[in-house]
């Protein structure tokens, strides 16, 4: 979308994919990139509820008109991809907002029953789930720097000697856009290094307590 455009108004969606049929005479892929995170309000009591809609009408109802449109033109074309956009937040939980969580987990859904839906037209539906990213959307919520965010990721993930990028999540979108990706079908791939298939809490806890006891001469 450009700054003239909304990707939760429904006409701006319907004119953005009948200028590229115009344009190209086709529609082979629709990419539903576009969030937000929304407000930094992590309990339930504090939560706004103008901030909750805003960010389910772009996370949301953006992604299901994109999804919408892009069908209205390749079901008769009979082919075509559908990209979505999740987050890491829609797999592990307790680590971001209600809105930004709840959302995301809701353009899984969406994309599950795309696939079952689309799938009789040879129409993929897919999305992709990325972990933190230092991405100006994390460092500017977190108040950082780059580095200092990056810092943060490589310490806290399962995949060591390797930072993540914006291009793995790139590189990720272009895979399921290609005909590489011809018979993946319904799939929420998670690019996190990891980091969603296990809670490190107890083990961490441990060393921490551990720690503790040797610094009052409690163990050795």
Same mark, same amino acid.
């Given at each position: 979308?450009?700054?003239?455009?909304? *990707?939760?108004?429904?006409?701006?969606?319907?004119?953005?994919?009948? $200028?590229?049929?115009?344009?190209?005479?086709?529609?082979? =892929?629709?990419?539903?990139?576009?969030?937000?995170?929304? *407000?930094?309000?992590? $309990?339930? +009591?504090?939560? @706004?509820?103008?901030?909750?809609?805003?960010?389910? @009408?772009?996370?949301?109802?953006?992604?299901?008109?994109?999804?919408?449109?892009?069908?209205?033109?390749? =079901?008769?074309?009979?082919?075509?991809? =559908?990209?979505? $956009?999740?987050?890491?937040?829609? +797999?592990?939980?307790?680590?971001?907002?209600?809105?930004?969580?709840?959302?995301?987990?809701?353009?899984?859904?969406?994309?599950?029953?795309?696939?079952?839906?689309?799938?009789?037209?040879?129409?993929?539906?897919?999305? =992709?789930?990325?972990?933190?990213?230092?991405?100006?959307?994390?460092?500017?919520?977190?108040?950082?720097?780059?580095?200092?965010?990056?810092?943060?990721?490589?310490?806290?993930?399962?995949?060591?000697?390797?930072?993540? %990028?914006?291009?793995?999540?790139?590189?990720?979108?272009?895979?399921?856009?290609?005909?590489?990706?011809?018979?993946?079908?319904?799939?929420?791939?998670?690019?996190?290094?990891?980091?969603?298939?296990? *809670?490190?809490?107890?083990?961490?806890?441990?060393?921490? %307590?551990?720690?503790?006891?040797?610094?009052?001469?409690?163990?050795?």
């Amino acid at each position: 979308m450009n700054g003239y455009t909304s *990707n939760s108004q429904d006409s701006d969606v319907k004119h953005v994919v009948d $200028t590229a049929v115009s344009e190209f005479g086709k529609l082979d =892929i629709m990419f539903n990139n576009a969030g937000i995170p929304g *407000n930094l309000d992590f $309990t339930i +009591v504090d939560s @706004d509820n103008k901030n909750f809609k805003h960010v389910f @009408d772009v996370n949301v109802f953006g992604a299901f008109l994109g999804a919408k449109h892009a069908a209205r033109v390749m =079901i008769p074309a009979r082919r075509g991809v =559908i990209l979505f $956009t999740s987050s890491g937040a829609s +797999v592990v939980s307790g680590e971001s907002p209600h809105s930004y969580a709840v959302s995301k987990h809701a353009v899984v859904g969406l994309m599950k029953n795309l696939c079952v839906e689309l799938g009789q037209y040879g129409i993929r539906v897919n999305s =992709i789930s990325p972990g933190s990213v230092s991405t100006p959307l994390l460092t500017n919520a977190m108040g950082l720097e780059k580095a200092a965010v990056d810092d943060i990721l490589c310490a806290s993930a399962v995949l060591k000697g390797v930072v993540p %990028t914006a291009d793995d999540v790139a590189e990720a979108a272009l895979y399921l856009g290609s005909d590489a990706s011809k018979f993946v079908n319904g799939v929420n791939l998670v690019i996190d290094g990891g980091y969603s298939t296990t *809670n490190p809490t107890y083990s961490r806890v441990i060393k921490q %307590t551990f720690e503790s006891l040797a610094r009052k001469n409690i163990i050795p």
